[in-house]
Each structure stands twice: as structure tokens, then as C-alpha cells.
């Protein structure tokens, strides 16, 4: 099992597309009309696409795990639309998208039950043929697919950021009174024109929020959750392992700091994906967090063996285990801390951080992102060059170099001291 982004992105574009016509039928047949809901230059649903791309690089390690599959194929719909909907509610947060289902809702949830089961049926009748396809296509078409498609990707999001940044009201104002250039109006009239024609009855608030720092389920917040959880899950996990076995064993995920990114990122997708349960009954919450720790626990599992070709946690001779990957205790326990961190943890840790004073929070936020960006990509060039010291390949610049005498065997293997080849296990 190897990991290729040309791949994987072909595998979102097809899936999607697929999708994106199948959506095409139904309104169609529903409402009598075409109705695009793809990007702005593509015609995919990237939300299903990408579903279908993440399952893609799990599900293989499955086998014939079929109930697995589908807790997998469940909790990735669950995460990714979370996830995008969480972004797609700050980038439009003065708008107002009709035909949609309020979040938590029971149609919402009973059509992620659903839309998780036609996905895996899919999966498993076109991915075979897929699998014989897609290594057929040449390196350098792959390439020039992955850097095609992110292009147009990415400058959909950046014109959508730009037309929603004021509202359209707002900028027909400016446009009045020429306050605007010609390509900036064209690039919202045509933005807003098209989301017309996808979301029919779509409206501008044009609302003003209050001046508080990270206000809502906002970025800001996410990523101060994402420090607080990250901290404190190290000290947990070094706290644990004491206790348990007897040691002091660093839990950290990267060189710089007690940062455990696993807690960090587990913390912010329990925020997003649970929070709109907190008013549900708590064995909803308890049910939704195991499955969605369980597999994000997986997914992080399966990650670092495919870049890094390494194993951190192995729970193979523990009963009930998913793959060696986690296990059902864990996935009970996760459904507790998830059911904890809803109703007794971020309700008081959300206010805090409301209670940041703006400025300084805001270039505070932004310092923090700098550095753990630099952080995680420095522990990346550590790790791939530890595994090539233990492939016997000398270093090929002066950064390698220094890696080498700063940071060599001896300091890695300390620092994640549970680490194992996974060619080993």
C-alpha cells in the first residue's frame, strides 16, 4: 500500500464527478431544472470526492472487515463534511443557504447514515476497476493531473474568499459608487451568479458581528484548542506511561515542545463534529465520539506508516483491536472523552478564549500557526532523514548535515521511544 497524490487525486475527481452527476439527476428530476452545485471551473462534488479519496488509502488495510469499513466510510463522511462545513460557514458566515438541514438535525444524521452505505457499496464495486486503471496512466500525466486540478481548486477558493468577503450587497454599493475595478467586479458578479444558480433563493445578510476574539466555532478558536489539547495531551500521556509502566517516555509529536499533535488534532475534530450534538442525549455523544476517535486514531495510524514508514502504537495483542490500529476499549474511551470534552471541558475552555483581547490574541494566533507549521515540517525532515540513515544513504547537503549531527539515531529513538519499523511488525 503506497501513498501517491497524483492518485488520490484522480480518485477525488472521478468520484466526484460521479457524484456531481448524480446530483445533476436528482434536481433534474426533483425540480424540473440543471442545477450545478460542483465547483466554480470543475464539475465535482468535492466534499463526496474527497470522502471517497480518504477511504480510498484506509479501507485497503481492512480486508473483508466489512462492518470496519463502514465505521470507517461513516466517520470520514461525518469528519469531512464537518470539516468543510465548518469552513464553508466562516468563509459565508453573513449568508443565508436555503435547503439545507440545521446541523445536528435527525435528517442530517440519518442521511450520513445512509450516504456512508451507498459510498461503501460503490467503493467496492468501482474501486477494483479503478485499481487495475489508474497505474496504467504514466507518472508524468498523473503529475500534470494533481497540478491541474489544485490550481483550479484552489483559485475557486480564493475567488469565492474574494466575492464573500463583503457580501454581495455590499459590493454592488462599492461598484455604485466606482469604488472597484472592473476584474473585481467581474469576479464576484460571476462568483455570485453562479452560487445563485446552485443554491436558488441563496440571500446576503450582510450582518456585523460584535467585536470579540474568536467569536463562534471560528479558526481562531480552533487552532488556540488545538495548542491547549495538544499541551495538555502530552502531559497526560507522559503522566500515563509513568504511572502504568514505570517510565518517563516523551508522547511529543514533534522535536520542538510537549505538543501531542494527535490530542491537538483529535481535540479540534471532536470541537467541529460534536459539538452540534451538545444539546442531544449523551449516549449519542458517547456513540459518535467512539467511532470518530476510533477511526481518526486509525487514519493517524495508517498516516505515519505510509509517510514514515514507522509504527507509534501497536495494539495487536490486545483483544477487540481494529488492525493493530485501536481498539474497542479505546473507542470507548474516546466516546467518554468526547461526551466529557462536550458538556464539561470546551464550554468553559470556549469562553476563555473569548475573553482574549483581540489584538494581541489575533497576532498571538498567527505566531502560534508560524511555528507549528515550522515545527511539524522540521520533525518531517528529521524523521525521513532517520530513515535514511537506516538505509545507509549519507547526507546530500549541509541541512542534512546538521540533522545528522544535531539530531541523530540515538536523540530520535529517545524521543519516540515507542517507534517501530513497520516492516518489523
Not at 242 to 252: A, I
Not at 295 to 321: H, I, Q, R
Request: charged share 15%; net charge neutral.
Amino acid at each position: 500500500m503506497t501513498f501517491h497524490f497524483g492518485q488520490q487525486t484522480l480518485f477525488l475527481l472521478i468520484y466526484g464527478f460521479l457524484t456531481w452527476v448524480a446530483e445533476v439527476v436528482y434536481f433534474a428530476i426533483r425540480k424540473k431544472q440543471f442545477i450545478n452545485r460542483g465547483l466554480l471551473s470543475l464539475p465535482i462534488d468535492f466534499e463526496i470526492g474527497a470522502v471517497f479519496s480518504n477511504i480510498a488509502l484506509v479501507l485497503p488495510t481492512l480486508g473483508r472487515n466489512y462492518v470496519g469499513m463502514y465505521l470507517i466510510t461513516l466517520a470520514s463522511l461525518v469528519l469531512t463534511r464537518s470539516v468543510l462545513g465548518f469552513f464553508c460557514g466562516r468563509l459565508t458566515k453573513n449568508i443565508t443557504w436555503l435547503e439545507k438541514a440545521p446541523s445536528g438535525s435527525w435528517w442530517s444524521l440519518l442521511f450520513s447514515v445512509l450516504a456512508a452505505g451507498a459510498i461503501l457499496v460503490i467503493y467496492l464495486l468501482l474501486h477494483p476497476v479503478l485499481m487495475v486503471l489508474v497505474p496504467l496512466i504514466s507518472e508524468t500525466v498523473l503529475f500534470v493531473i494533481w497540478v491541474v486540478a489544485w490550481v483550479l481548486i484552489l483559485s475557486d477558493f480564493v475567488a469565492v474568499v474574494f466575492a464573500m468577503r463583503k457580501g454581495r450587497d455590499s459590493f454592488e454599493r462599492q461598484m455604485e459608487k466606482g469604488q472597484t475595478d472592473e476584474l473585481s467586479a467581474w469576479i464576484s458578479k460571476t462568483v455570485w451568479r453562479r452560487l445563485e444558480r446552485a443554491y436558488p433563493g441563496i440571500q446576503d445578510e450582510n450582518r456585523r458581528d460584535s467585536i470579540v476574539f474568536a467569536k463562534g466555532m471560528s479558526l481562531d478558536k480552533l487552532i488556540w484548542v488545538f495548542l491547549i489539547s495538544a499541551l495538555l495531551g502530552d502531559i497526560i500521556e507522559t503522566f500515563y506511561c509513568r504511572l502504568v509502566g514505570g517510565t518517563w517516555m516523551s508522547r511529543s509529536s514533534v522535536i520542538f515542545g510537549p505538543f501531542s499533535f494527535v490530542w491537538g488534532i483529535g481535540a479540534v475534530l471532536l470541537t467541529v463534529s460534536l459539538n452540534r450534538l451538545k444539546d442531544q442525549n449523551d449516549r449519542w455523544i458517547l456513540l459518535a465520539g467512539g467511532i470518530l476517535g476510533g477511526a481518526f486514531e486509525y487514519m493517524c495510524s495508517v498516516f505515519t506508516e505510509l509517510v514514515f514508514g514507522k509504527v507509534f502504537w501497536d495494539y495487536s495483542t490486545m483483544p477487540l483491536n481494529i488492525g493493530g490500529r485501536t481498539n474497542v476499549l479505546f473507542m470507548f474511551f474516546w466516546g467518554i472523552l468526547g461526551l466529557v470534552w462536550v458538556k464539561i471541558v470546551y464550554p468553559p475552555l470556549e469562553k476563555l478564549i473569548e475573553k482574549f483581547f483581540p489584538a494581541a490574541a489575533k497576532v498571538l494566533t498567527w505566531l502560534i500557526i508560524v511555528l507549528m507549521v515550522l515545527n511539524g515540517l522540521f520533525t518531517m525532515a528529521v524523521m525521513l532523514r532517520y530513515n535514511e540513515r537506516q538505509a545507509g544513504a549519507p547526507p546530500s547537503n549541509v541541512m542534512e548535515e546538521f540533522i545528522d549531527s544535531t539530531y541523530d539515531d540515538r536523540f530520535v529513538e529517545n524521543r519516540w521511544q515507542n517507534m517501530v519499523s513497520a516492516d518489523t511488525t
